[in-house]
C-alpha cells in the first residue's frame, strides 16, 4: 500500500477533511451508499449523513461496494433528512441539493474557495432530493448532462459532484 500512497486508517482519521459532508436523502439502494463512502473516503470529505430509510452500515451489501470506507468515513444517522438539514444549519453549513429544478446552478458554474463548509444532499433514485428539502437549501446544483435521459445514478453524481469541489481546491 505505501507504494500507492495509500493512506492507513489511522491516517485516514488524521487527515485534513476536506469541509463537504455528503447527505442522502432516502437513498434505497445499499450499493449506492457503498459508493458514496468510497467516493468520501476518496475525497477525505468530511462525513456522510445517513437520512430516513437509507441503510447504514454495517451490512454486506454496503461493504460489497465501500470496500473498507465505512471504517474509515465518519457517518451520522438521522431519522429525517429535515433534521439533518437542521443540524447543519447550526453548524454553520452551506446546503445545496443536487437536482434538477427551475433556477438549479449548473455545477460547473459553482464557485467555491473551500473555506465555507457545504453540506450535499443526494437524493432518491427515482424521487429526487424532497421538495421539503429543497426549500430547505441555499439552492440546487445541476450536472450538465447532454443525453436523452438527463439523470445519473446516485452514486455517479455524488462522484461527479464531489470530484468538481475538490478539484477546484487543488487550481
Same mark, same amino acid.
Given at each position: =500500500? $505505501? ?7 489511522? &491516517? ?17 439502494? =445499499? ?21 430516513? *430509510?437509507?441503510?447504514?452500515?454495517? %451490512? ?16 451520522? *444517522?438521522?431519522?429525517?433528512?429535515? $433534521?439533518?438539514?437542521? &443540524? ?11 437536482? &434538477?429544478? %427551475?433556477?438549479?446552478? =449548473? ?19 427515482? %424521487? ?16 450538465? &448532462?447532454?443525453? =436523452?435521459? %438527463? ?21
Amino acid at each position: =500500500m $505505501e507504494e500507492l500512497q495509500r493512506k492507513s486508517v489511522t &491516517q485516514f482519521h488524521d487527515a485534513k477533511k476536506v469541509p463537504v459532508i455528503a447527505v442522502l436523502d432516502n437513498v434505497r439502494s =445499499m450499493h449506492n451508499v457503498g459508493s458514496v463512502f468510497r467516493t468520501a473516503d476518496a475525497f477525505l470529505l468530511s462525513s456522510v449523513f445517513l437520512c430516513g *430509510y437509507t441503510p447504514v452500515p454495517p %451490512h454486506r451489501e454496503i461493504n460489497k461496494t465501500a470496500l473498507g470506507a465505512t471504517e474509515t468515513v465518519y457517518w451520522k *444517522y438521522f431519522s429525517t433528512t429535515a $433534521e439533518a438539514v437542521e &443540524q447543519l444549519k447550526k453548524d454553520g453549513y452551506e446546503i445545496w441539493a443536487v437536482e &434538477q429544478v %427551475h433556477d438549479s446552478i =449548473m455545477l460547473n458554474e459553482i464557485e467555491w474557495s473551500g473555506d465555507e463548509k457545504l453540506a450535499i444532499i443526494f437524493g432518491n433514485e427515482v %424521487h429526487g432530493v424532497e421538495e421539503e428539502i429543497l426549500r430547505l437549501c441555499k439552492g440546487s446544483i445541476e450536472i450538465p &448532462q447532454s443525453g =436523452m435521459k %438527463h439523470s445519473l445514478n446516485i452514486s455517479v453524481a455524488a462522484g461527479i459532484v464531489c470530484w468538481e469541489l475538490v478539484r477546484n481546491l487543488k487550481e
